[in-house]
């Protein structure tokens, strides 16, 4: 095999980048342990890569460390309960967390409070007619139980 035209057919930086083909990638990764020059071609278009990723490396926007932090400061605190007594974790069973907050309010994602909203405007909706089905019953219970009105004859 020519390792030369190989190299140059564009396997090893497709293979980097994670573009080969399953049967690309396996035939590379058989042939690098009986070629040695695939391995440093391999470690020196990486650490070319790197090098342009550093090179030209774009700072993120000042403010967005300041959103990063401020939904850090939102997330409660997890730490783990301290009422361990010298077991290991596979002793002790189930391992569980203490959440510590500050807030006194239960945080429910968007789609929840909507559906919570609909469910509760239905009910009433359904409150409201069963209240309405039962006097109406109970007017024409009321109708058929009635004796019938006599005719006069004169």
């Known amino acids: 095999m020519n390792i030369e035209l190989y190299m140059q057919s564009g396997i090893v930086e497709s293979y980097?980048?994670?573009l080969a083909t399953p049967i690309e990638r396996e035939e590379f990764e058989q042939?690098?342990?009986h070629y040695p020059e695939l391995k440093v071609a391999l470690s020196d278009f990486e650490y070319q890569l790197e090098l342009f990723a550093l090179d030209n490396e774009e700072p993120p926007p000042p403010e967005v460390r300041e959103r990063i932090q401020a939904r850090i400061r939102d997330i409660p605190a997890v730490r783990p309960s301290r009422r361990g007594n010298g077991r290991n974790r596979e002793q002790r069973g189930a391992n569980y967390l203490h959440v510590e907050t500050?807030?006194?309010h239960?945080?429910?994602?968007?789609?929840?409070?909507?559906?919570?909203?609909v469910i509760f405007i239905l009910s009433k909706i359904?409150?409201?007619?069963?209240?309405?089905?039962?006097?109406e019953y109970?007017?024409?219970k009321a109708a058929v139980q009635a004796p019938p009105?006599?005719?006069e004859v004169k």
């Open 138 to 140: 109970r007017h024409v």
């Open 106 to 117: 239960i945080r429910v994602h968007k789609a929840w409070k909507t559906l919570f909203i």
């Open 31 to 33: 042939l690098v342990p």
């Open 16 to 18: 980097a980048l994670g």
């Open 149 to 151: 009105p006599q005719a």
């Open 126 to 135: 359904f409150l409201a007619l069963a209240i309405y089905f039962f006097l």
């Open 102 to 104: 500050s807030s006194n």
